[in-house]
């Protein structure tokens, strides 16, 4: 099925010219799939920009049709577009919905699949539309005053939930009216940023009774309640959860302020009841992240993931179910020793879908709510995301792999898997081929680690390469199979790179010990890990031992900065994005203290804490005065995660050092570099550096 006209051969030049159409001034213009040529198969920076971006499968109430997102990114615009799909359940008949300038979001059907509901925008603020289920008779049927972040309708459409922004802390022109002019924040306690913003407003969920020509009677059901839900910064409408019969609401939040928030990761599940008016806790006493909430189809029990320990973001998420007449709570992965990252139940209501990091990919796993047996559903080097059951034989789900972008799948009771969308598939098909090896790399203390190989297009055994260690970012996040729009592989590869992506200690999908070995261990095994991954592969003749680069951002910017000042000759140029350089700044710099208690032990100044002096003493400027090698590093300021302070204390440092260095600074970015003009120039300047460094011959020739 090919959802998109043909990509015209243009000049990649023209691409700018090309990737919008004519209108009145750039708001109003629409993003489509930028017209831009493929020369010779070669993947480069420009060609990731113009992949469809395939996003939130919903399936209409009769199980017929299947509303989703496609984003285009515009160069011109130096901003992204999603517009609403619908097709029928086995892929045909696609259809396009809309067409604005401007992003509809959070789309779902309505109305047994007969109208769609979605957020867009009024005035410049996020509203709540519907609209019919071709597209035809859109209106807005809210008018809330801070705008609409999210909502979830009741199963029986009568009432709605709305995620809404409210003002939070001190509010200086409302203290000081004569002030009307003044930037400035009154801060009396801790979290007072978060990731990316100054928290000056807080999201809370709201109850209206829905209406297809106006939401009425909103009621904010947290009201005079300092707290946040969802939870920033990544909490989202998998936050909010219906119970079948339309009489509950469940939600997450932590209902903590200021320092008590800052050092821990306890969320629970708030029940309110629309009827009386009454929140219940239904997870009080446990004591980590509580998230995910979802009602089996009867209602007879609610499903949530779980993590244990307060203060440990990283923990095992535990699929937890309870009984919703007796209260009974069982943990159902008790005996299994991984994470899991998403769950939907069954409609046999027997059992539980679930995606989880497992041995380097994300598989869809089944767990059985009597015997908590596990089966896999779905599986191969690819990573599935977004599961949703049709019935109990059948579910779509996203999927993606290292070597291309989210399709929609639809998965069968035989495990047969069919791709129902094929919106980059013609792209794909005009780029050359890379190859993907799994090799098992032995560890400095026996044990082995699974370690992606990525060759690059005719790959030629009897060649040298030049080469790059990527460095995971999070700590613990999966170098699993994922497509990524900046640290992609199949990219790097294509630019005549291997890439050696090693699944280091502090990683899920092998254990939690694995995961876990990493916390109060900076700069530890994991480090070991990395050097073990580049020796083993050093042996191969088709690696360019001279010319090896490593590279990474956030945790992967610290193990970058590491790496520099204890290579030993390993490295012959670096690359950090958002890294940490100085963990005694971190501590005090970086807004989740739960984070920094857990990963590093503890404050710089508490000399008896062994496990913290271990994590400072390792802190990379401690080891600037062994760094020798070339160095480009990139921030964003406004990351209030890892300021971009730590960033330009390593470049002052290298330059003050007389070693090579550059770098990128995005006054506009935050942890993430997320606007399509500074993404490209962020690829361009990334293989600028590398090529510089680890092929000479050929950067001179340029």
């Known amino acids: 099925m090919n959802l998109f006209k043909p990509i015209i051969m243009t000049s990649v030049l023209s691409l700018a010219a090309t990737s919008c159409s004519t209108a009145k001034n750039e708001s109003e213009e629409i993003i489509e799939r930028p017209e831009i040529s493929v020369v010779d198969g070669k993947f480069t920076p420009e060609l990731l920009e113009a992949f469809g971006r395939v996003s939130d499968p919903k399936l209409s109430q009769d199980g017929k049709k299947i509303l989703y997102g496609i984003t285009f990114e ?3 615009l130096n901003k992204g577009n999603r517009e609403l799909w619908t097709m029928d359940i086995d892929g045909s008949n696609a259809k396009r919905i809309t067409t604005t300038a401007q992003s509809e979001q959070n789309a779902v059907w309505i109305e047994n699949g007969n109208k769609i509901a979605f957020i867009g925008k009024q005035e410049d603020k996020a509203q709540i539309f519907v609209m019919n289920a071709d597209g035809s008779d859109r209106k807005v049927i809210s008018e809330l005053e801070n705008g609409v972040d999210g909502f979830v309708i009741s199963p029986d459409e009568k009432n709605i939930v709305i995620i809404s922004s409210v003002k939070n802390g001190e509010d200086v022109k409302a203290q000081y009216p004569d002030l009307d002019k003044s930037s400035g924040r009154i801060i009396d306690d801790l979290m007072y940023k978060h990731w990316d913003e100054w928290v000056s407003n807080i999201p809370h969920p709201f109850i209206a009774k829905f ?6 009677d909103v009621i904010d059901i947290m009201e005079g309640e300092p707290f946040e839900s969802p939870v920033k910064p990544f909490g989202g409408i998998e936050s909010l959860a219906w ?22 990761t306890n969320s629970d ?11 219940k806790n239904i997870t009080e006493g446990m004591m980590g992240y509580d998230t995910n909430p979802a009602y089996s189809p009867s209602g007879k029990y609610i499903a949530w993931l779980s993590m244990e320990h307060d203060g440990y973001e990283s923990d095992k998420n535990r699929i937890f179910i309870m009984d919703t007449e007796s209260g009974n709570k069982t943990d159902l992965t008790l005996n299994w020793d991984y994470t899991a990252d998403r769950i939907a139940w069954n409609q046999n209501e027997k059992s539980i879908y679930f995606a989880a990091p497992y041995h380097g990919s994300t598989p869809i796993f089944s767990i059985d709510i009597n015997t908590c047996a596990i089966d896999t559903i779905a599986n191969g080097q690819y990573d599935f995301a977004d599961i949703v059951p049709i019935n109990e034989n059948r579910l779509i789900a996203l999927r993606h792999s290292m070597l291309e972008p989210n399709e929609i799948f639809l998965i069968n009771s ?13 792209l ?17 203390d026996g044990k082995e680690m699974l370690t992606w190989v990525i060759l690059p297009p005719n790959f030629d055994a009897s060649k040298k390469y030049p080469t790059l260690l990527y460095c995971q970012g999070g700590p613990q996040q999966p170098v699993s199979q994922f497509w990524s729009y900046r640290w992609n ?20 999908g092998f254990g939690t010990e694995w995961n876990a070995q990493i916390s109060g261990d900076y700069g530890g095994q994991n480090m070991q890990d990395y050097f073990a991954a580049v020796d083993y592969m050093k042996k191969e003749s088709y690696i360019d031992s001279d010319h090896i680069g490593a590279i990474g951002a956030s945790y992967g910017g610290f193990s970058v900065y590491w790496l520099a000042g204890n290579h030993n000759k390993r490295f012959a140029a670096f690359l950090a994005h958002a890294g940490i350089f100085n963990t005694e700044s971190q501590y005090l710099e970086t807004e989740e203290m739960w984070f920094a208690n857990w990963d590093l032990g503890g404050a710089f100044w508490d000399k008896d804490n062994k496990t913290a002096q271990k994590s400072y003493a390792n802190s990379p400027h401690k080891f600037i005065s062994k760094w020798d090698t070339p160095i480009m590093i990139t921030v964003g300021e406004k990351d209030y995660r890892i300021l971009a302070s730590q960033g330009m204390m390593a470049f002052n440092a290298a330059k003050l050092r007389g070693i090579p260095t550059r770098m990128l600074v995005f006054p506009d970015e935050n942890h993430w570099i997320l606007k399509p003009q500074n993404a490209l120039l962020w690829q361009r300047e990334f293989f600028k550096w590398m090529d510089r460094w680890l092929k000479p011959q050929q950067a001179d020739k340029k």
Do not use: H
């Open 74 to 76: 515009s160069l011109k």
């Open 211 to 216: 209406d297809t020509n106006k939401i009425k």
């Open 243 to 264: 119970s079948p019969d339309s009489k509950k609401i469940v939600y997450v939040s932590r209902k903590k302020t200021g320092l008590e928030y800052s050092i821990s």
């Open 269 to 279: 599940l708030y029940e309110y009841n629309l009827a009386t008016k009454t929140t």
């Open 414 to 426: 035989d495990k047969s898997i069919k791709e129902l969308t094929e919106v980059n598939t013609e």
């Open 428 to 444: 794909l098909a005009k780029l050359a081929k890379v190859e993907i090896q799994k090799v098992m790399v032995p560890t400095t």
């Open 489 to 508: 592989f199949r990219l790097m590869a294509s630019q005549g790179y291997i890439i050696i992506a090693p699944n280091r200690r502090g990683l899920p």
